[in-house]
């Protein structure tokens, strides 16, 4: 069975009349989540809010249910569990985290020069947003019972944000070099198991506390919103007459499925399969444009 592709987002002609064809679209992008399940984004706003409100009472006393989930995590700890956590903590920290972004800057440099510089921007300002955030709130970690030594204060997780802001970025740097879907899946599936791990191990490790993790992870969807919001609206602007265009994606060659327009949807009118643009698109007018 072969492989399916990642297809460009502009559409190709199709039939006498030329009406562009819909293409099969990107596989996955936060606008597509945002618009199917708009609720992920305000829950992701209040998530942190509320933890990080009841946080800040009495050392975060409010929050009941973080000390018997950390007891539990110790009273099950054995040394290779601990070995495993010990191991995948590690890839949320700075030994790691930079030069991976630093990695993934540089492989996307040529073919993005946009993104590369977004990947440099989230990893340089994440240790500053860490901070202020720490200070802010002031909780206390765990008591007793570290496999590590943590400093600072607890809320957010530093590694988690840390892995958020580097990890995350795998799929969009894959997509630029790769048609294949399953490629881009698998760089999906690493970049989220090591978020998801990381996270699992700081409240293993006893050095963070389940609250402050799940924030941590609803603060790292609303960046990569953010992110992918920004970069869209950037290119869109760079498109705008009398401006050249920003080299945000690819001319050529593979698309970023982290960072693309929802795929258009067909509509079949007889045998010729229809897309929802409007001739004011730009896509739509540069496929139904006559040869010269």
């Known amino acids: 069975m072969t492989d399916r592709t ?5 559409a190709s002609t199709a039939s006498i009349d030329r009406t562009p064809v819909a293409t099969t679209g990107t596989p996955l992008t936060f606008r597509t989540v945002r618009q199917r399940w708009p609720l992920l984004i305000l829950l ?10 009841l946080a800040m009472i ?3 006393r ?6 018997p989930l950390t007891a539990a ?38 073919r993005s020069p946009r993104l590369a510089w977004v990947i440099v921007a ?27 030594a943590g400093t600072g204060f607890s809320f957010p997780a530093g590694h988690v944000l840390a892995a958020i802001a580097t990890w995350a970025f795998l799929p969009a740097v894959v997509a630029l070099y790769t048609h294949r879907r399953s490629l881009w899946w698998a760089s999906v599936g690493v970049a989220g198991s090591v978020v998801a791990l990381v996270a699992w191990s700081r409240v293993w490790l006893g050095v963070h506390w389940t609250s402050d993790v799940v924030a941590s992870l609803a603060l790292g969807y609303l960046a990569l919103n953010a992110v992918e919001a920004w970069l869209h609206r950037s290119a869109s602007d760079n498109r ?3 401006r050249r265009r920003a080299k945000l994606l690819p001319e050529e060659g593979p698309v970023i499925p982290a960072f693309q327009p929802i795929p258009d949807r067909p509509i079949r009118h007889g045998s010729v399969v229809r897309t929802n643009r409007t001739k004011a698109d730009p896509a739509y007018q540069a496929s139904s444009s006559p040869d010269p």
Do not use: C, M, Q
């Open 6 to 10: 990642i297809a460009s987002p502009i």
């Open 44 to 53: 992701a706003v209040t998530v942190p809010l509320v933890l990080g409100a």
């Open 58 to 60: 009495d050392g975060g």
């Open 73 to 110: 995590a110790v009273d099950h700890r054995s040394t290779a569990i601990d070995n495993l956590s010990l191991a995948v903590s590690r890839l949320g920290a700075w030994p790691v985290v930079y030069p991976l972004g630093a990695a993934l800057a540089l492989a996307t440099a040529r």
């Open 62 to 67: 409010l929050l009941f249910w973080d000390a």
């Open 122 to 148: 989230t990893v340089a300002a994440r240790p500053a947003v860490e901070w202020l955030l720490k200070e802010i709130v002031e909780r206390p970690r765990p008591d007793g019972a570290r496999l590590v």
């Open 240 to 242: 705008s007459p009398g």
